[in-house]
């Protein structure tokens, strides 16, 4: 394929095409953040549970607030990938 092939693709394609690349993109790296995040604190919580067993229970709490906050930001992430698709 030449670069004017390229071109002339790229060129042809409809805004709904766009939409949907810019969509993906907007999901994919929102998500990503806060799964990495997820990740990070549920190892962390585990790993003081694992050097203070007695603490538990507010280890854990503290944790399912902390997921729910994060979770809010991927949700929002979503939120404006969608808002990107259909607006």
Request: zero cysteines.
């Amino acid at each position: 394929m030449t670069e004017l092939e390229v071109a002339s693709q790229i060129a042809a394609m409809d805004s709904d095409a766009i939409k949907a690349v810019a969509m993906a993109i907007a999901a994919g790296i929102g998500v990503l953040g806060p799964g990495i995040g997820i990740g990070m604190l549920v190892s962390k919580a585990l790993e003081a549970i694992g050097r203070n067993p007695e603490a538990a229970p507010k280890i854990q709490a503290t944790m399912f607030i902390g997921i729910a906050f994060v979770e809010a930001l991927a949700i929002f992430a979503l939120v404006v990938a969608f808002v990107i698709k259909f607006a």
